[in-house]
Nanobody, 119 residues
Framework: QVQVVESGGGLVQAGGSLRLSCVVS????????IGWYRQGSGKQRELVVS???????NTADYAKGRFTISRDNAKNTAILQMNVLKSEDTAVYYC?????????????WGPGTQVTVSS
């Protein structure tokens, strides 16, 4: 069973930083495309940044220069480092793991972690 768990959310003042972690279990991490998404209140879920299994990084325009993704395949972990946070970054942040392993295709979401930025 593939499981995705995020952690690291919380309350931070505008201009501050947070570091979110995503741990994936039940599947080899190196075969996965990993994406961080967010969903603000009353808004659609949107991509923040993704790192594919062949090392292609895709960053949303609003995140460029402030948010970075890293991954450690040995630790089954992806990190989202968020700097210079703004009130509009307030949202639930989700980690998504996608990949094909054997005969199955996986597309698994974590439960999300709340990020609240106070102005």
């Amino acid at each position: 069973q593939v499981q995705v768990v995020e952690s690291g959310g919380g309350l931070v003042q505008a201009g501050g930083s947070l570091r979110l972690s995503c741990v994936v279990s039940g599947i080899p991490f190196s075969i996965l495309d990993i994406g961080w998404y967010r969903q603000g209140s009353g808004k659609q879920r949107e991509l923040v940044v993704s790192w594919s299994r062949d090392d292609i990084v895709n960053t949303a325009d609003y995140a460029k220069g402030r948010f970075t993704i890293s991954r450690d395949n040995a630790k089954n972990t992806a990190i989202l480092q968020m700097n210079v946070l703004k009130s509009e970054d307030t949202a639930v942040y989700y980690c998504n793991a996608r990949g094909r392993w054997g005969a199955r295709t996986y597309n698994t979401w974590g439960p999300g972690t709340q990020v609240t930025v106070s102005s």
